[in-house]
Nanobody
Framework: VQLQASGGGLVQAGGSLRLSCTTS????????IGWFRQAPGKQREGVAC????????NYADSVKGRFTISRDNANNTVYLQVNSLKPEDTALYYC???????????????WGQGTQVTVSS
C-alpha cells in the first residue's frame, strides 16, 4: 500500500492550499482516511478524517470551519482544502489510511511520506 501526499507549499497567512492524497490501490478499500500533521518538536495530531462513503467526517477543533476533507473515489484521491491559514498551521502534513475508521486517532496502518505546509505571518 502506497500513499502519496502532495500540494503543500509556502503561503502567507490567510492563504489557501489544496492537499491531495492518492493511493496505490482502490481508495474504497479503506474504511478510513485521515490527514495528520506534525510540527517540529510537537506530537503528530489528527486534522481531519473521512470514512469510506464520505458521509462521516471529523475535524480537529483548531481547523473546524477552515479545513475541508473530501474524497474522489473515481480518482483514488482524498483532498484537504485548507483555507484561512495561520502560522500555527505550519507542519508536515501526512495522509493515512486503514481498513478501520479510527477518526483522528493515529492508529492508522498505512502512511504517506508527508507534504510540507509553511505559513508566513
Amino acid at each position: 500500500v502506497q500513499l502519496q501526499a502532495s500540494g503543500g507549499g509556502l503561503v502567507q497567512a490567510g492563504g489557501s492550499l489544496r492537499l491531495s492524497c492518492t493511493t496505490s490501490g482502490s481508495i474504497v478499500d479503506y474504511s478510513g482516511i485521515g490527514w495528520f500533521r506534525q510540527a517540529p518538536g510537537k506530537q503528530r495530531e489528527g486534522v481531519a478524517c473521512i470514512n469510506r462513503s464520505g458521509g462521516l467526517t471529523n475535524y480537529a477543533d483548531s481547523v473546524k470551519g477552515r479545513f475541508t476533507i473530501s474524497r474522489d473515489n473515481a480518482n483514488n484521491t482524498v483532498y484537504l482544502q485548507v483555507n484561512s491559514l495561520k502560522p500555527e498551521d505550519t507542519a508536515l502534513y501526512y495522509c493515512a489510511a486503514d481498513n478501520n475508521y479510527y477518526g483522528l486517532n493515529t492508529r492508522y496502518d498505512y502512511w504517506g511520506q508527508g507534504t510540507q505546509v509553511t505559513v508566513s505571518s
